[in-house]
């Protein structure tokens, strides 16, 4: 069985942590999971833990699995056999537990989520009133601001340097314009939990340079990404856990 554990270093204060209680140490826990796709295995067998605080990178080269890995853990998609644990619950149990935890995950995938012909705002908006932010409590991040979208918003668009543009239709925006708008709505329900498959990849320096500053900002967060460009994992995450054939193969200190 294929295994990776975290160390005791974090990042930030988690408020997931002081919500469930202060037991609540493991962010992500994955016991023997595989999915399989007809006579394809994705991934076989993997064991990993993922610490509250943590930033941790997913690597390996395309095919590894990292995608596939990544979806699971956003319960986006079901492994074919294995326990996935969010925040110590499991996140498969049933539907409403999935939808429960499907709020503490931010998730930014290969292919965008915004609505083409919505602009910025309107989609940030959208997802905002999907998850309720008005009634939400503030979950983590003490001394950040309050609970509002209103006020996240104004946070991450300065950030993220998206003022330009909250007014355009997402269709008009460029590739890394839209990455960064992505993001913004990954993280405007103040997530616990945030999931980035290959941020960086299809950026110019540029774009690049300005998400690995933000990602290190980030605090209260545990943060999983995937790349296959160990020079930008090490930039943002100091653990390391390298994939290949759908397997864990070792663990690097970044």
Same mark, same amino acid.
């Given at each position: @069985? ?31 999971? /595989? ?22 990178? +997913? ?17 986006? @998609? ?8 969010? =925040? ?12 429960? %935890?499907?709020? #503490?995950?931010? &998730?930014?995938?290969? #292919?965008? !989520? &915004? ?8 989609? &940030?908006? =959208?997802?905002?009133?999907? =998850?309720? %932010? ?5 979950? !983590? $991040?003490?001394? $950040? ?10 946070? +991450?668009?300065? =950030? +993220?340097? &998206? ?10 925006? /460029?590739?890394? %314009? ?34 690995? #500053?933000? !990602? ?20 943002? $995450?100091?653990?390391?856990? +390298? ?12």
């Amino acid at each position: @069985m294929a295994t990776a554990g975290g160390d005791s270093s974090g990042r930030g204060e988690s408020g997931k942590g002081s919500e469930r209680g202060e037991n609540i140490k493991t962010a992500v826990q994955l016991e023997g999971v /595989s999915k399989r796709f007809g006579y394809f295995f994705a991934l076989k067998s993997i064991s990993l833990s993922v610490k509250v605080g943590e930033f941790v990178a +997913l690597l390996g080269p395309n095919g590894a699995g990292k995608t596939t890995l990544i979806k699971i853990i956003a319960t986006q @998609m079901k492994p074919t056999a294995g326990t996935v644990k969010i =925040f110590g619950e499991n996140a498969f149990q049933n539907s409403s537990k999935t939808a429960e %935890l499907r709020r #503490e995950i931010g &998730l930014v995938a290969h #292919e965008s !989520f &915004l609505y083409d012909e919505l602009t910025v705002r309107e989609n &940030l908006a =959208f997802y905002a009133k999907l =998850f309720s %932010l008005n009634k939400a409590r503030e979950r !983590f $991040c003490g001394g $950040c601001g309050g609970s509002s979208w209103e006020e996240t918003l104004s946070e +991450l668009v300065e =950030f +993220l340097n &998206l003022g330009r543009w909250l007014d355009v239709k997402a269709k008009h925006l /460029s590739y890394g %314009l839209r990455k960064r708008a992505d993001i913004a709505r990954a993280l405007i329900h103040r997530p616990s939990l945030v999931l980035l498959d290959e941020p960086f990849g299809g950026l110019d320096e540029s774009s690049r340079e300005l998400l690995a #500053e933000y !990602f290190k900002c980030f605090k209260g967060k545990t943060l999983i990404l995937s790349s296959h460009s160990y020079e930008w994992a090490k930039r943002v $995450c100091e653990r390391g856990i +390298l994939l290949e054939r759908g397997e864990v193969k070792q663990e690097i200190c970044l």
